[in-house]
């Protein structure tokens, strides 16, 4: 049974352009999580999702930010006109229907020059 | 004040020797307090997870809650150089049914040398 998968592990873009992170959640888990670790810092939820529903987005910056998770095919993170503040790993999470505990993906590095 | 306190480190050890792990917490609300290993470039991997005060032990690993003291711990008896890792201590609460939103620690990171 493979793992959180998370596409790409490493990703750089220039200031004003867009990033788009993957998540693919582990077999039978319906329900992901997205973390952001900024350097020096630790893991701070961002969002939380179900298919096709944003359950709680409490962590979310205001603008730029958004997350989907479609009925068919891996959850998104969309980071619009990057910032070099946003360079940070950006973790993904995923858990079953009955809640017990969240299973990381590796991750993906972003990085802003 | 922060949510979770966590020293960073880092903290370096002989092999076979008894490790302690530590987070205070402001919040007194924490009901769910877990301990996760990271190894470098790799996500967070569960380790404990302990409901509400008291012990809990597995293996070499043992997690310790106080909610009185708001402070936690995790102990690695008979330290291996592969337990040399970044530590996370998290805590959530029961919100809605469901206690997913963790709140992290810094990490601690731990060499076990050989």
């Known amino acids: 049974n493979a793992g959180v998968m998370q596409n790409p592990r490493h990703l750089v873009r220039r200031r004003g352009q867009e990033a788009r992170l993957r998540c693919s959640p582990m077999?039978?888990?319906?329900?992901v999580y997205w973390y952001r670790q900024l350097p020096e810092e630790g893991l701070k939820f961002m969002v939380y999702?179900?298919?096709?529903?944003?359950?709680?987005e409490s962590g979310m910056p205001k603008e730029r930010f958004s997350a989907e998770f479609p009925k068919e095919g891996p959850s998104i993170l969309r980071i619009q006109q990057v910032v070099r503040g946003d360079s940070a790993a950006y973790f993904c999470?995923?858990?079953?229907?009955?809640?017990?505990?969240?299973?990381f993906g590796p991750g993906t590095r972003l990085t802003v020059l | 004040q922060k949510e979770v306190e966590q020293d960073p480190g880092p903290l370096s050890v002989p092999e076979g020797a008894i490790v302690s792990l530590n987070c205070t917490y402001s919040?007194?609300?924490?009901?769910?307090f877990m301990w996760y290993r990271q190894y470098s470039r790799k996500g967070p991997e569960l380790l404990m997870y302990?409901?509400?005060?008291g012990n809990k032990e597995d293996g070499r690993f043992t997690a310790q809650v106080d909610k009185s003291s708001k402070y936690i711990s995790l102990f690695i008896r008979d330290s291996q150089p592969s337990d040399s890792a970044t530590y996370l201590c998290?805590?959530?609460?029961?919100?809605?049914?469901?206690?997913?939103?963790?709140?992290f620690g810094k990490g601690t990171l731990l060499t076990v040398n050989p």
């Open positions: 919040n007194s609300a924490f009901q769910y």
């Open positions: 302990t409901y509400s005060s």
């Open positions: 998290a805590m959530s609460w029961n919100s809605g049914g469901s206690n997913y939103k963790l709140t």
């Open positions: 999470a995923s858990s079953p229907p009955i809640y017990n505990e969240q299973f």
């Open positions: 999702l179900q298919k096709e529903n944003i359950i709680d």
């Open positions: 077999k039978g888990h319906s329900h």
